[in-house]
């Protein structure tokens, strides 16, 4: 979800866009979107170019992204860009923004990994913390995108756990779209009121669908049981809102699309984007944790079935706080990750 003239936007695809930050470290691309793209995601992962050494040929890995940059290997990072990008960035804008992004770092860590419907989008952070790069790779390993940025973080707050312990909204296995504390893998990040915020779809074999991309029953999430993860009260329901249909054609006049908000004692919880007429509570329903209070939908401003979940210091989204959620079991849910919910 993001916030966009008081109305909330939860969008967990990715643009197929090429683009690369030259100059600012500012942010071009935000990996969200409706588009998908039909790629076997089963290609082995590696490019070659004609570069020197023993075999006269340069392996290159999607992980070695960081490493081609901080050692300066811009002519043979240039070399596996994809045809638009190179049209795009010539390998001299490359290594002046490289040499102006490395500047003072020293190590750049792995901060996700995710493969999904035929994109590979990885990112890391530099050991200094305030600057991120992302890299989306196709099947075959070459380099669709890159894009850096600086970051910011708010340690009074990623520190300051929810007084509750949640459990996962759901049941089995589901797949962390948007989750985490820095905007490389949490766009909610940015934004106050949703900061600690996750989007979670279901996946198979690296898919979240399977038959017709425009048919919500085509996605694994899609009509799936949402519990609450905790006891509460029910505070307030959004039934109505039709599921969007085609996918990918959204509606930001009702963002939050059909939505269950619990009080849990000072702390609300709030579940966005369920199916039409699937909610089973109504407010003043005292419920238990794991009672079913709906399904999966795509309704609101969303380009796919999906869950978005938070927690917040009130009952109206757009005038509290996000909250990082303190979650039963330690878990720590990151972009990239499939997490199971256990009974």
């Known amino acids: ?74 002519k043979e990072m240039h070399a596996h860009f994809s045809q638009p990008l190179k049209d795009e960035v010539s390998e001299t804008e490359l290594a002046e923004t490289a040499k102006e992004f490395t500047k003072d770092i020293q190590t750049l860590n ?45 340690p009074e707050t990623d520190s300051t756990l929810s007084k509750r312990e949640y459990a996962l909204p759901f049941e089995g296995d589901w797949f962390v779209f948007w989750g985490g ?11 106050e009121i949703q900061r600690y ?27 799936k049981n949402i519990l609450a993860p905790a006891d509460g009260t029910i505070v307030s329901i959004v039934n109505d809102i039709k599921d969007n249909e085609p996918v990918g054609v959204m509606n930001p006049n009702q963002a939050t699309g059909n939505n269950v908000v619990i009080d849990h004692g000072g702390e ?11 909610i089973t509570v109504k407010p003043g329903d005292k419920v238990k944790k794991g009672d079913i209070i709906g399904l999966t939908g795509n309704s609101g401003n969303t380009s796919e079935p999906h869950l978005h979940f938070q927690i917040s210091d009130g009952v109206d989204l757009f005038n509290s706080r996000s909250i990082p959620v303190r979650w039963e079991n330690g878990l720590n849910p990151i972009q990239g990750e499939t997490i199971t919910a256990t009974e």
């Open 268 to 278: 609300y919880s709030h579940l966005a984007h369920l199916q039409k007429g699937s």
């Open 1 to 74: 979800m993001k916030k966009s003239s008081k109305k909330i936007i939860s969008i967990p695809g990715m643009s197929a866009k090429t683009a690369l930050a030259i100059g600012s470290l500012t942010l071009l691309l935000t990996a969200c979107g409706g588009g998908k793209a039909d790629m076997n995601n089963n290609a082995e992962v590696k490019h070659t170019s004609s570069s020197t050494a023993e075999s006269n040929e340069t392996v290159f890995l999607p992980d070695d992204l960081p490493n081609f940059l901080l050692k300066g290997y811009y």
């Open 181 to 191: 504390e820095n905007v490389l893998v949490n766009y909610h990040y940015e934004v």
């Open 110 to 154: 792995k901060a996700s990994d995710m493969q999904l419907n035929g994109f590979d989008r990885r990112t890391w952070v530099s050991d200094t913390g305030n600057k991120g790069l992302i890299g989306m790779f196709d099947p075959d390993g070459t380099i669709s995108l890159i894009q850096i940025q600086e970051l910011t973080s708010s």
């Open 197 to 223: 915020a996750y989007d979670f779809i279901q996946a198979n074999e690296n898919y979240s669908y399977k038959g017709d991309q425009l048919k919500n029953k085509s996605y694994y999430a899609f009509g």
